[in-house]
Structures are given as structure tokens and as C-alpha cells.
């Protein structure tokens, strides 16, 4: 026989009073059918900031350990390739917080509704981050309703969406999005500049390679037929204005790509983790790791065959040539 216990009316009396815990089951389902409809780039938007924020630091700060799965498993469930999940682990250090850039990945597909992203929560057992993200959601669907009318057959979607580097856009997506004015001018100035030269090539380098860079760059403009050369510190209005979106636009129109091929060089590409403070006002080195990206990126997409890169032999062929 266990003793009798002894039972406070009072405390017995406040415990049937307070609530219970929500049910997660239910809150989960309720979240998913208000966001079915919804595009998820509404969370780029200004009303979507507070979300976002919570969301990308929530995960981002978590580990991947026996309790948890941290951003990668996220965005492996939100359907980025695991080239892309590279990209983003190695080639975006201290841009934006890897959670980012997976949501900036996900809203460029045109079916990127907001429930999906629960549903990858879930699946990575992060029932936690659904319970402290609920209200700001909720907040976020009233704020949409307030300005939007849907007739529950269409995704809504904000009038402008968020441009992501070219590495981290499907393959096969064609963007409706109106370009950067000012990016726009310049690629515009760009394809004009085409007709003038034989050839325009896109130098990319690391501060230690400056001056082969600079003593490149005055032998090809001497040519003749004259051989354009994209520098990004001499295009730094550009660059500081849009930088991903400027470089995008320059790489898929020069006709080469050549990498200085120095130790400065090659420890940026390696050292996927460091971040080079020295670099920040130093606009090809900043922005090395993620022309190599570029250059992967096109390269695997090429099934491995090389078109446009040349190293420092082979534009020595290219002089030549000319």
C-alpha cells in the first residue's frame, strides 16, 4: 500500500486552471493551411523580415547532433543539390547566415509555398523553431490579407522577387524579374562594347596578383583588334550597387574567364571558411571564391568540358592568336 498523499485543494485548484501545451499536431496543420497559397518570398519582403530573421537564426545557430538536424539536412529537404549546398557552405561565408541563402534558393521556383518550408521543419524534427516562428507567421499572413485579395486557385506572390546568385537558380528557370537599372545600363553598355573588341575576357585574382593582372590588361588593350578585360575594381559603381547580380550578368557574356593562378590565389579557393578581412576593399580578391564558384558551377553544368576558362598558358595562346 503506498501512503495516501497528501493534496493541497488550493495548488490542485490552480492546476486546473491553466492550460494546457498546444497541440503541436494541430498547430502544424492550421500554419499549413493558411501558407498553402502563399509564395515564400513573401519573407524577403519588409512584412516578412521579422520571420525570416527568427527562422534563419533559429537554424542557423543550431548544430546537426543526435537531437537535431542544423541548415544543411533543411536544405536538402527543401530541394537544393548538393552542389548548391556546397556553394553555399564554402563560397558565402560571411555574406549572409547559410539559412539565408537555402530560403533565397527555395523562392526561386515558382511553386515555393510557405507550408513547405514546415514541412521540411518537421521532417528535420525541429518542432521547436514551428512553435517560435507560429505568431510572426500568423502576423505575416495577416499583413498579406490586408493588402491582397485570393481567390484560393493561385499562389500569391509579391510584385518583385529576390534575386539570388546565378549558382543558387534552378538550371531551367527563366526570371521575369526587371533588372537592376543600373545593372541593366551596363550590360546593355556591355553588349555594345562587344561589337568593338575581338574578344572581352573577365580577369579574376587575388591581391599577389595585381600586377601580372594590370600588365595583362595593358597588352590585351593594345591589341589590335583590341581585347576588352573586365576588372571589378575599375567597375566598383557597379559592383557596390548589385555585387552577385553585376557579376552574373558579366560572366555570362565575356568570352573568357581567366584566373590568375597565384598562392594568394589558390588559398582563397581552398580555404572555404576564412573569411579575408584584408579583402574587403579589394574588389576582384573579395570576389574570388565566388567567380570559382561560377566557374564550377558552369563547368559541372558542361558536363566537365572547359569552354571559357583559361589559365595563364593558355592566354598567352590567346594573345597569339590575335
Not at 544543411?72 to 543539390?81: N, T
Not at 576582384?284 to 558552369?298: G, N, Q
Amino acid at each position: 500500500m503506498f501512503p495516501k498523499r497528501n493534496v493541497d485543494p488550493e495548488l490542485e485548484k490552480l492546476r486546473k486552471e491553466v492550460n494546457g501545451p498546444p497541440n503541436l499536431d494541430t498547430v502544424i496543420i492550421n500554419i499549413q493551411r493558411i501558407t498553402r497559397q502563399i509564395h515564400a518570398s513573401y519573407l524577403f519582403e519588409q512584412i516578412g523580415k521579422p520571420t525570416l530573421q527568427k527562422l534563419c537564426l533559429l537554424l542557423s545557430s543550431t548544430a546537426t547532433n543526435k537531437t537535431y538536424n542544423g541548415w544543411q539536412d533543411f536544405a536538402a529537404h527543401m530541394g537544393l543539390s548538393i552542389e548548391q549546398i556546397r556553394c553555399i557552405d564554402y563560397d558565402f561565408k560571411g555574406l549572409q547566415d547559410p539559412t539565408y541563402y537555402v530560403l533565397l534558393t527555395y523562392v526561386q521556383h515558382v511553386e515555393a509555398t510557405i507550408d513547405k518550408i514546415l514541412n521540411a521543419l518537421q521532417k528535420i524534427q525541429h518542432f521547436d523553431i514551428i512553435i517560435q516562428i507560429k505568431n510572426d507567421i500568423y502576423d505575416l499572413i495577416h499583413e498579406i490579407s490586408q493588402n491582397a485579395k485570393n481567390d484560393e486557385s493561385t499562389i500569391l506572390r509579391p510584385n518583385n522577387m529576390p534575386k539570388a546568385p546565378l549558382v543558387l537558380t534552378p538550371i531551367y528557370f527563366i526570371q521575369d524579374i526587371k533588372k537592376n537599372e543600373i545593372v541593366s545600363n551596363h550590360v546593355h553598355n556591355l553588349q555594345k562594347t562587344k561589337k568593338l573588341y575581338g574578344s572581352i575576357v573577365m580577369l579574376t585574382f587575388a591581391d599577389d596578383g595585381l600586377e601580372t593582372a594590370q600588365h595583362i590588361t595593358k597588352i590585351f588593350r593594345s591589341k589590335e583588334p583590341k581585347i576588352g578585360v573586365l576588372i571589378l575594381q575599375e567597375q566598383e559603381n557597379y559592383v557596390y550597387s548589385r555585387a552577385e547580380e553585376f557579376i552574373d550578368d558579366c560572366f555570362k557574356q565575356v568570352n573568357f574567364i581567366i584566373p590568375i593562378l597565384t598562392q594568394g590565389y589558390l588559398e582563397r579557393i581552398n580555404n572555404s571558411k576564412k573569411i579575408y578581412i584584408e579583402d574587403q576593399n579589394k574588389l576582384d580578391a573579395k570576389y574570388v571564391k565566388y567567380i570559382y564558384s561560377l566557374l564550377r558551377h558552369e563547368y559541372m553544368k558542361n558536363q566537365c568540358i572547359n569552354y571559357r576558362t583559361s589559365n595563364k598558358y593558355m592566354f598567352i595562346k590567346i594573345i597569339e592568336a590575335f
